[in-house]
């Protein structure tokens, strides 16, 4: 079953910035494959009001955001998934003409299929 993970980031974003979001025992090394494969989406938000100013709510702007440069890692060569120390690293790219807030959204797949050149699933 895959996991996805929403992130309110605090910093607001103007063009093109890098991002490392740790998930250790999430993202793991597979014995018959590679690092898990992740998906990162990105949406501008907008805080929530309130005394405690909660994490707020994605909204639709007009300003062109996405996301590039998806890097999945482990930084321990370990079978035991509590070890592996690992996490996602990505860029956020934000075309506008002042600093936006964005939130992602981190999803990690349990299982690839692996597929050979010239194979067909």
């Known amino acids: 079953m895959s996991q996805s993970f929403r992130k309110y980031w605090r910093d607001p974003v103007q063009g093109r910035t890098w991002f490392n979001y740790n998930l250790p025992g999430i993202v793991v090394k597979r014995p018959s494959s590679s690092v898990s494969s992740v998906i990162v989406t990105v949406c501008e938000y907008k805080l929530a009001g309130g005394i405690f100013g909660g994490a707020g709510s994605?909204?639709?702007?007009d300003a062109n955001i996405w996301v590039s440069s998806v890097h999945p890692y482990i930084r321990v060569n370990s079978q035991d998934l509590i070890e592996q120390n690992g996490g996602v690293e990505f860029v956020v790219n934000v075309d506008w003409g002042?600093?936006?807030?964005?939130?992602?959204?981190?999803?990690?797949?349990?299982?690839?299929?692996?597929?050979?050149?010239g194979e067909e699933v």
Do not use: H, K, N, W
């Not at 936006?100 to 050979?116: H, K, P, S, Y």
């Open 98 to 117: 002042s600093p936006l807030l964005v939130a992602t959204t981190i999803t990690v797949f349990d299982e690839d299929v692996q597929v050979e050149p």
């Open 58 to 61: 994605l909204v639709r702007g």
